[in-house]
């Protein structure tokens, strides 16, 4: 279960990913928006949480 965030990530990004190639038109370009989550399953790194100051981390130092 430890890994269960990084995994819906990929799969979330993968299916925002997969509109490129299953909508025509302008709007297929949201599909883009799926690397997002990608990336940070990959690196292990969420931008966003750095800049709003989000911490996930229970262990206290």
Known sequence: ?????KVFR???GFILLSILFLVEGNLKYLGLI???PILTAVF?????????????????K
């Open 1 to 5: 279960m430890k890994n269960f965030g």
């Open 10 to 12: 990929f799969i979330i």
């Open 34 to 36: 799926g690397l997002f």
């Open 44 to 60: 292990n790194f969420c931008p966003l949480r750095s800049i709003f100051g989000i911490k996930t981390c229970k262990i206290k």
